[in-house]
């Protein structure tokens, strides 16, 4: 990959003149970003990213929305788990940025939620959120501050956030759409960052939790009642899955396995707990190593399976409960 390639577009911004560059400029800065964004890709797969030349994500306006293209893969829109744990931040980070420039303010129900990804240069995830009264001449100075603010803390990623003229990315916003899925980790981020959360930061995420819970919950899962259920080990599966799914940990999101058993009272929180092991076992909870931890996420590939079991109680081929 192209050695110095934040370098050389960062310096044909500032020759051009920024977001303010004339059309002339347009095929040239797009060559340099196409560049870029290879060069994040393949970063993004190291142990450390970005040490000598940093990972680029680029910001641009245009005809009304905040356009951001970044390193990660153009699947993370359909399937959460494409992304890796540090392309996951970066993009989650981006996600921040957005938000904190857009101003949409917070958000009163799911349908308020208006991220949208699509592709760019072919294989990269684009983004783009709706940003009445921002400029492209604003962009110069705050694009820096405000990804920063976001990516600047994540392990062992080096990344830059670049402004570009609304003409580099024009040709990504007829190709934006809504994320796949209710609880989709684009989704959950924008809906972090909204509530003045750091989509980034697991942590901050967490704390959410119940708020997006009360955000997330996909139609009609006021009609599922899995504490109903009178098989006590499916019932158990039921909530669990259920109150995951609402708090939209699929992929992108995790939690500590140990928290699986809250809600549960008595002897149903040690239910609760091999419950866990056998979704786990049965593939419709995937794990993702921690730190001294053990986290879960719901299996994204297993959604159907997931709400069919949460809605109607239907175990799927694999699942053998307590």
């Known amino acids: ?5 934040h370098a050389a577009l960062a310096a044909a911004l500032a020759d ?21 964004l290879r060069h994040g890709a393949a970063e993004l797969t190291k142990p450390r ?4 030349d940093p990972v680029v994500v680029a910001f641009a306006v245009h005809d009304g929305t905040l356009l951001a293209a970044t390193p990660a893969g153009a699947g993370l829109r359909a399937d959460p788990e494409e992304a890796r744990e540090r392309e ?6 981006t996600v921040g940025a957005l938000v904190e420039l857009a101003e949409p303010g917070a958000p009163a129900r799911a349908e308020d939620l208006a991220l949208e990804a699509g592709p760019v240069a072919g294989a990269f995830l684009s983004l783009g959120l709706r940003a009445r009264g921002l400029g492209a001449a604003d962009l110069d100075e705050l694009v820096p501050l405000a990804f920063d603010e976001h990516a600047g803390r994540i392990d062992r990623l080096r990344a830059a956030g670049l402004a570009v003229p609304g003409a580099v990315l024009a040709d990504t916003a007829p190709g934006l759409r809504a994320p796949l899925g209710a609880g989709h980790p684009l989704r959950v981020a924008e809906a972090v960052a909204r509530m003045g959360g750091r989509p980034e930061d697991p942590e901050s995420a967490a704390s959410l939790d119940d708020a997006l819970e009360a955000l997330l919950a996909p139609p009609g899962s006021a009609a599922a009642r899995p504490h109903e259920d009178p098989d006590p080990g499916r019932r158990a ?3 669990i ?3 995951l799914s609402g708090m939209g940990k699929w992929g992108g999101y995790h939690t500590d396995f140990a928290h699986l058993p809250r809600g549960f009272a008595g002897n149903e929180r040690a239910l609760a707990q091999e419950v866990g ?8 909870l995937a794990e993702k190593p921690s730190v001294g931890q053990r986290h879960v996420y719901l299996n994204p590939r297993r959604a159907a399976e997931i709400h069919r079991l949460i809605e109607d109680g239907e175990i799927p081929p694999g699942l053998r409960l307590p």
């Open 1 to 5: 990959m192209s050695a110095g390639a």
């Open 16 to 36: 051009a003149g920024g977001t303010g560059a004339p059309p002339a400029h347009t095929a040239g800065l797009r060559t340099l970003l196409d560049a870029a």
């Open 49 to 52: 990213s970005g040490r000598g």
């Open 88 to 93: 996951w931040a970066l993009v989650a980070a």
């Open 237 to 239: 599966a039921r909530r």
């Open 241 to 243: 899955l259920q109150r």
């Open 277 to 284: 092991e056998a979704l786990l076992r049965a593939g419709l």
